[in-house]
């Protein structure tokens, strides 16, 4: 962790305020999130189909608007933008904790997605336009801070939940309050390039770039491997060992390894491998681990549990290799003003892919005797996507794909627009 927190340090204070911002907006959403459907269900009595309708619209908000939001980004400027859904977030979450009708729980549904895809894509343009030269090292630190989220935010939520779920919704609301206020008083605004073109030219532009739509659809699979930390890695836990508290040490191992090596091994791999091996690398890491709990141990159940804890540890070992090298590649694909814009694109595309991987291996894993863990096939399937997504980053790195091109030099000020968010 020193060398996380000297790494942080060197940066300046509007990239420091974002890292620690994602920190913030994970534990504000992990805060909430997983809690959402036990209180629709428990305390409001909806039904199981409307639970999904909200629960629904809130990942269509979030994932199909990815777009809409990195084209606002270039547009607006990020740091509005960023502001904004912070601010839509903190709305939608304090309606869960006072709206008991369908509309006004769809109504912070949608909030809350809509907020998602405003702030994330053009957080990561921020970053990527505020450090050009240091890219993958301020994205591993995003990385660090934000799996930390994850973990504080549930544990947080957790406790609130001992009152009320009222007053976890309100926490979160609350985190989103301080987020949003500290932007407005501490983010600085970026200069703004006009791409020239209309936001269709933009779009076409972006969706026309071959290099661009092969990396993409290249690294789909990395979101979805990371997905089944939330499915079949869970189920795998906690069948093995019929112990439901054994998913915790999934999310514990994860995060650990995480914090531990994020930092460090980004910057030894900066030093000493290009970044197409380097993401590579990472894919055939987590798509391998997906073949250890094929092996089945006898004996109690922290025994059992090995096989599964271990792909969880790889998994995060992979995601922790790729990730930085990936989102620092996005914006070389970019001329300026389209920064956010292919951030869009990337994140609609690769949302898209891991809702239908999940929808697959969901199919393959009830597919299988319900009283047994995750069968075969999903483990299989679960590795041929890591692997097949290596293979396929590795032939764009073997034809030159994957080389960044020169970026433009900025612009000395930011236009008057910009300089008014």
Do not use: K
Request: glycine residues 12%; hydrophobic residues 55%; proline residues 6%.
């Amino acid at each position: 962790m020193t060398a996380t927190w000297r790494t942080l340090r060197g940066f300046p204070a509007a990239i420091q305020l974002l890292v620690v911002n994602q920190f913030g907006v994970n534990v504000g959403f992990y805060l909430l999130l997983p809690f959402l459907a036990g209180y629709l269900a428990d305390d409001i009595g909806l039904s199981a189909a409307l639970i999904g309708l909200i629960l629904g619209v809130r990942n269509l908000s979030q994932q199909g608007l990815f777009l809409l939001g990195g084209t606002a980004s270039d547009r607006l400027g990020a740091r509005g933008v960023i502001i904004a859904g912070c601010a839509l977030r903190t709305v939608g979450f304090g309606l869960f904790a006072v709206g008991v009708s369908l509309p006004v729980l769809v109504a912070a549904s949608v909030l809350s997605g809509l907020a998602g895809a405003l702030f994330n894509p053009a957080v990561r343009a921020y970053l990527a336009q505020a450090a050009p030269d240091r890219r993958a090292e301020a994205f591993a630190l995003f990385n660090v801070f934000a799996s930390a989220g994850s973990l504080v935010g549930p544990l947080l939520g957790g406790a609130l939940l001992l009152i009320d779920f009222r007053v976890a919704a309100l926490g979160a609301a609350g985190v989103f309050a301080v987020l949003t206020v500290a932007q407005v008083l501490v983010l600085p605004a970026q200069p703004r390039v006009p791409s020239g073109q209309s936001v269709l030219g933009d779009w076409r532009e972006c969706a026309t770039d071959r290099r661009f739509l092969a990396f993409t659809l290249a690294l789909s699979a990395l979101y979805a491997s990371q997905n089944q930390l939330y499915l079949v890695l869970p189920v795998q836990a906690e069948r093995a060992t019929g112990q439901p508290a054994a998913v915790a040490a999934l999310f514990v191992v994860s995060t650990v390894a995480t914090l531990a090596w994020q930092v460090p091994v980004t910057a030894w791999l900066q030093r000493h491998v290009a970044r197409g091996p380097a993401i590579t690398l990472g894919l055939a890491v987590l798509g391998g681990g997906f073949l250890l709990p094929l092996v089945s141990l006898p004996g109690p159940a922290p025994v059992r549990l090995l096989p599964v804890l271990g792909a969880a540890l790889l998994l995060a070992v992979g995601v922790l290799i790729a990730q930085p090298f990936v989102l620092e590649l996005i914006p070389a694909f970019a001329r300026d003003g389209l920064t956010g814009t292919y951030f869009g694109l990337f994140y609609l595309v690769s949302g898209v892919v891991a809702a239908a991987g999940t929808a697959v291996v969901g199919g393959a894993m009830d597919a299988g005797d319900p009283a047994r863990p995750v069968p075969s096939a999903a483990w299989l399937l679960c590795a041929g996507l890591g692997l097949a997504s290596a293979s396929a980053v590795w032939l764009l790195h073997r034809a030159g794909w994957l080389t960044p091109r020169p970026a433009p030099a900025a612009p000395a000020v930011a236009t008057a627009g910009e300089a008014r968010t």
